[in-house]
């Protein structure tokens, strides 16, 4: 089992800057991937970004160039840093965790609006 929280989503005027945190707890041996997605109303849930055990990420095309995921391995974090934030990235954006066995383990959401 793996325990999965989101944190820093908030409120933004457009073109700012937000960092999301994802911290994974339990049985973090067995972690294959770490994934942000989001989800706005009356819209499906999507892949804004990801990161590997190895270090490899993908990106969404709308958030590419402005978006990095990092991790923090010795804090079994990783963050999403969100940058020129536009009034369509408004969305609740959660974490999934992959493990090896492509069991997946989601966060609650964190909140994230973009004003114009």
């Known amino acids: 089992q793996v325990q999965v929280v989101e944190s820093g989503g908030g409120l933004v005027q457009a073109g700012g800057s937000l960092r999301l945190s994802c911290a994974a707890s339990?049985?973090?041996?067995?972690?294959?991937?770490m994934n942000w997605y989001r989800q706005a109303p009356g819209k499906q849930r999507e892949l804004v970004a990801g990161?590997?055990?190895?270090?490899?990420?993908k990106y969404a095309d709308s958030v590419k160039g402005r978006f990095t995921i990092s991790r923090d391995n010795a804090k079994n974090t990783v963050y999403l840093q969100m940058n020129s934030l536009k009034p369509e990235d408004t969305a609740v954006y959660y974490c999934?965790?992959?493990?090896?066995?492509?069991?997946?383990?989601w966060g609650q959401g964190t909140q994230v609006t973009v004003s114009s």
């Open positions: 999934k965790v992959v493990w090896y066995d492509a069991s997946n383990y």
């Open positions: 339990g049985s973090i041996f067995g972690i294959n991937a």
């Open positions: 990161m590997t055990t190895g270090g490899s990420t």
